[in-house]
């Protein structure tokens, strides 16, 4: 079983016995482009945070979890 099985097993049912349902639910999403880090004349990004699961309360209002 890997992650992704036991997400599924085990997290979905207890979302959708909380009441959510599945076009408020969104599994693994990048939520943000990364940091960027400027030093002196150069600048690079950090990497994406990632939440498992990304619940949608409304449609412009989201709540992220891990």
Not at 21 to 44: A, P
Not at 47 to 54: G, I, S
Request: aromatic residues 16%; charged residues 40%.
């Amino acid at each position: 079983m890997n992650e992704a099985d036991t997400c599924r097993t085990f997290v979905l049912p207890k979302l959708y016995g909380a009441g959510w349902s599945d076009d408020q639910i969104s599994e693994q999403r990048y939520f943000t482009d990364g940091r960027v880090l400027i030093f002196r004349d150069k600048c690079r990004r950090e990497k994406q945070k990632r939440a498992d699961y990304l619940l949608k309360y409304r449609r412009d209002f989201s709540f992220g979890g891990r």
